[in-house]
């Protein structure tokens, strides 16, 4: 009797989770229009942040609904419009980028998934380059200095730059 039940919950479950995903089978279609679609940005400092505003209008006949929007990295927080956007109106799409984790040229790519006419994902990117301060600039050495105080912290007594070997005078013999 457990094992019905089981296998009856199971099935209900399975079958309510196909039930909310979106199917765009059915969903009429439209046209969706961006501005400037791929971006050039001038160079920004490393830590800093961009902020993307991309304006899109539906030119299609029907309600314009984005589903979804993915950026191809996780230093990419996206926002869309929730609702429909109706005939001849226009919505943003915003991006905040952090350069924290990147260096030197970085391409990005948005993928929108939208109820579009000819494809239901339509994609967007913008490129830049991020650059280190040219006030200072850490060299080799104080990188590797840096990451071995971080690596061995806690675990060694005293000055990172003082250690090597010791004689113990009372345990060795002469």
Same mark, same amino acid.
């Not at 439209?30 to 961009?50: A, C, F, N, Q, W």
């Not at 980028?97 to 260096?103: G, H, M």
């Not at 006419?117 to 994609?123: L, N, V, W």
């Not at 000055?159 to 345990?171: A, M, P, R």
């Given at each position: ?5 089981? %296998?009856?919950?199971? @099935? ?7 039930f909310r ?34 304006? %899109? ?8 609904? @984005?589903?979804?929007? !993915?950026? /191809?990295?996780?230093?990419? !927080? ?14 943003f799409i915003?991006?905040?980028?952090? /350069? ?7 391409? %990005?790519? @948005? ?9 239901i994902f339509?994609?967007?990117? %913008? ?34 730059? !003082? !250690? ?11």
């Amino acid at each position: 009797m457990k094992n019905v039940f089981l %296998f009856i919950s199971l @099935i209900i479950i399975l079958s309510s989770c196909e039930f909310r995903k979106p199917s765009l089978e059915n969903v009429k279609r439209t046209k969706m229009e961006i501005v400037d679609p791929e971006r050039h940005y001038y160079p920004i400092l490393r830590g800093s942040e961009l902020n993307i505003a991309y304006k %899109f209008y539906n030119r299609g006949a029907e309600p314009l609904i @984005i589903y979804e929007v !993915q950026a /191809s990295c996780g230093c990419i !927080q996206v926002d869309f419009p929730s609702g429909s956007i109706g005939q001849d109106d226009f919505g943003f799409i915003t991006l905040d980028y952090d /350069s924290a984790k990147n260096i030197g040229y970085v391409e %990005f790519f @948005i993928t929108i998934v939208a109820n579009t006419e000819k494809d239901i994902f339509t994609t967007i990117k %913008f490129d830049l380059n991020v650059v280190t301060s040219p006030h200072y600039t850490q060299d080799y050495e104080e990188i590797y200095m840096q990451r071995r105080k971080e690596k061995l912290a806690g675990e060694v007594d005293g000055d990172l730059t !003082q !250690q090597g070997y010791y004689v113990d005078f009372d345990k060795t013999i002469r």
